[in-house]
């Protein structure tokens, strides 16, 4: 029997689910007080207060430009946020973040047998992100190296 | 303490560490050596500072807004004083129950306006802003503005 992994299918609000390692969910809270920081990314405008750590919320339904200047930031539509953790190399320290889903996170158990090639279509940003796809229910499910998304940038100075 | 006359406390003992002021229920925070007090922004007592500049939750340039509560004045390296209408004023003093974080690094990147975030409670983050950045921002927009 193939070996199996298992993961959490979550719901980001962008036009698919996304799926994260089990190993990177550390926990799941319902409605966090959400506290706005002016000027962050479209993406991340709040953060959340967990054990006196400051948490970086990402909205990845405002990943794509279009999509930010459309919605405006709606907490009753992303009424979980999964803290998940992540590094930005290995052997670095774990960081936390927090991820806005819209359902509860389903766990299922992924083989390489449902892997898939990623469907046309998908946003250029998240081609950038994906580092996998695979099938599940009929739907196509992207693997996201979300570090990717939270290694510092050059500052805009 | 909410919309008091008052200019800060003259000795350093009795001076808080920050000040923190509310722009549309965003906390915004600067150290104390970068402000030289708060006002109504009608006491007739108070001698302007400098210029006055409406700013939105943004820390952007905003047209004049609702009548605020409060006015901060901002102090910046070179010494220059700017006043920001506000909603709200608050000293928060150096505590073991506060603390200052440093940003998250997707967030330190995004804007170097940002310089960290202080919790000065439970229910308040503030953020911790650049005021010599934010004057250079205020000023050179004014003076784009008078170029017309």
């Given at each position: 029997m193939a070996e199996r992994a298992k993961a959490w299918v979550l719901d980001v609000g962008a036009p698919f689910l996304i799926a994260i390692s089990e190993h990177e969910m550390v926990e799941v809270l319902e409605t966090p007080e959400r506290h706005l920081v002016p000027r962050?990314?479209?993406?991340?405008q709040h953060v959340a207060i967990r054990h006196n750590e400051v948490i970086p919320l990402l909205d990845l339904s405002r990943l794509q430009p279009q999509a930010a200047a459309a919605s405006a930031?709606?907490?009753?539509?992303?009424?979980?946020?999964?803290?998940?953790?992540?590094?930005t190399t290995s052997g670095a320290m774990v960081s936390r973040a927090g991820l806005l889903i819209r359902k509860a996170p389903k766990g299922i158990a992924v083989g390489d047998e449902m892997e898939v090639v990623p469907p046309s279509g998908i946003p250029s940003v998240w081609r950038t992100l994906m580092i996998a796809?695979?099938?599940?229910?009929?739907?196509?499910?992207?693997?996201?190296?979300?570090?990717?998304?939270?290694?510092?940038?050059?500052?805009?100075? | 303490m909410n919309s008091s006359t008052s200019d800060l406390p003259s000795s350093p003992a009795e001076q808080p560490s920050w000040l923190i002021f509310a722009i549309d229920q965003v906390w915004i925070?600067?150290?104390?050596?970068?402000?030289?007090?708060?006002?109504?922004?009608?006491?007739?007592?108070?001698?302007?500072?400098?210029?006055?500049?409406?700013v939105n939750r943004q820390l952007?340039?905003?047209?004049?807004?609702?009548?605020?509560?409060?006015?901060i004045w901002l102090q910046d390296s070179t010494g220059r004083c700017f006043g920001v209408p506000c909603d709200q004023v608050d000293e928060v003093i150096a505590s073991p129950l506060v603390s200052l974080h440093s940003l998250p690094p997707i967030l330190a990147a995004s804007?170097?306006?940002?310089?960290?975030?202080?919790?000065?409670?439970?229910?308040?983050?503030?953020?911790l802003i650049d005021v010599?950045?934010?004057?250079?921002?205020?000023?050179?927009?004014a003076q784009e503005r008078s170029d017309g």
């Open positions: 962050g990314p479209d993406f991340c930031v709606n907490p009753t539509l992303t009424p979980y946020t999964v803290i998940l953790a992540y590094q796809c695979f099938e599940w229910e009929r739907q196509p499910i992207l693997v996201p190296d979300l570090a990717r998304l939270l290694v510092p940038l050059e500052p805009t100075e | 925070g600067v150290f104390n050596d970068e402000t030289t007090g708060y006002q109504q922004p009608r006491d007739p007592t108070a001698h302007p500072q400098g210029p006055i500049f409406t952007r340039p905003a047209p004049q807004a609702a009548e605020r509560e409060a006015l804007d170097p306006l940002l310089q960290a975030l202080l919790l000065p409670d439970k229910r308040r983050v503030a953020l010599d950045r934010l004057a250079r921002e205020l000023l050179d927009h």
